[in-house]
């Protein structure tokens, strides 16, 4: 879901530059690639970007294809606020469950 999110993001962006993948089924798997990347750079730095032969192949500039942690977490915010709500039932349904988790830079107390 969250690679989705990534891959839907960068279409969009290559389509306000006029640019259609659906032509090129190779582009669009390695945009699918890159995107899956993306995600997990990003776990590690606070931006990414699609590698730049990727990009010369779409005609584009690489550094007009660069995706920020805060953009990563925009484009996934509905979809945390999901994982969210069930780890909160999770741990509501059990009654000794712990008190705090901790999700990579994030604490959720209950």
Same mark, same amino acid.
């Given at each position: 879901?969250?690679?989705?999110?990534?891959?839907?993001?960068?279409?969009?962006?290559?389509?306000?530059?006029?640019?259609?993948?659906?032509?090129?089924?190779?582009?669009?798997?390695?945009?699918?690639?890159?995107?899956?990347?993306?995600?997990?750079?990003?776990?590690?730095?606070?931006?990414?970007?699609?590698? !730049?032969?990727?990009?010369?192949?779409?005609?584009? !500039?690489?550094?007009?294809?660069?995706?920020?942690?805060?953009?990563?977490?925009?484009?996934?915010?509905?979809?945390?606020?999901?994982?969210?709500?069930?780890?909160?039932?999770?741990?509501?349904?059990?009654?000794?469950?712990?008190?705090?988790?901790?999700?990579?830079?994030?604490?959720?107390?209950?």
């Amino acid at each position: 879901m969250i690679d989705n999110n990534i891959f839907t993001h960068y279409i969009n962006k290559l389509k306000k530059q006029n640019i259609d993948l659906s032509k090129s089924k190779k582009n669009k798997t390695r945009l699918k690639e890159a995107c899956e990347k993306i995600k997990r750079n990003l776990s590690a730095c606070s931006r990414a970007r699609i590698p !730049e032969d990727l990009a010369a192949d779409l005609g584009v !500039e690489s550094s007009s294809l660069i995706l920020t942690r805060s953009d990563f977490n925009q484009l996934n915010k509905s979809l945390f606020t999901k994982f969210e709500r069930i780890v909160d039932k999770v741990i509501k349904s059990v009654p000794d469950a712990k008190k705090q988790v901790n999700i990579g830079e994030t604490t959720i107390n209950y």
